[in-house]
């Protein structure tokens, strides 16, 4: 495995394929900008275990490609990452939309750490990161992103006074599970589960869409 500054061409192609897969037309300065955070993370990775996926080829699929697959669903001016890790989704969604205000939200020092670093060395303007724990944060959001870290209901109880009244919260998950929408209580419902296919990625992929209000009859529609 070479290091990503050895290959920047070999992943700016198959980058730009992704992307229209995923039919988003980002201009070229954004998908420079995103290669460039692959590069910082490959680089702190080796001290900070930021991530498990080592090659920066597979980073480009696994990171950016499926970070950017929820971009149709994100709404509003403001947006909260919680438990971002290494910026994930947060910072490739900061850098499509630059006009939306981006909460990175992480409690571990390390990772909070090459989160400042990132938003410095990018730059990144629109950007801020947020070293706490999503129960103490305060504010209202209104799209919040958050990979699997706990369960939907744990993490709607730890953090749902985030929520704007007419928000959206996209929990990004491996496989919907019936049983964990059904344990979604009022004041919040679940919209649909969304199936995403992710160019680079053979797993299956979903994304599940909440927000405030009133449960209605009926499972959530898994959308293709």
Sequence with gaps: MRPIDARPMELAQPLATGLAALHLDLPQ????RMLAYLRLLDQWN?????????DPADMVA????????????????????????AGLPGIPLAIARPGLAVTLVESNGKKARFLREAVRSLPLANVRVAQARVQDLRGQFDTITARAFAS???????AGHLLA???????????PDAGEMAAVAAPFRVIAAHALAVPGIDAERCLIELTRGPSRAGAPAMVR
């Excluded at 080796?46 to 080592?54: K, M, Q």
């Excluded at 009244?165 to 496989?175: E, F, N, V």
Aim: proline letters at 5%.
């Design 29 to 32: 300065d954004a998908q420079t």
């Design 46 to 54: 080796h001290a900070y275990n930021l991530t498990a996926v080592r």
């Design 62 to 85: 696994r990171h950016l490609l499926d970070s950017l697959a929820v971009l149709p669903w994100i709404q509003g001016k403001t947006l909260a990452d919680l438990g971002s890790g």
């Design 152 to 158: 939907i209901p744990d993490m709607l109880a730890w």
């Design 165 to 175: 009244p007419d928000g959206r919260w996209l929990a990004l998950k491996g496989h």
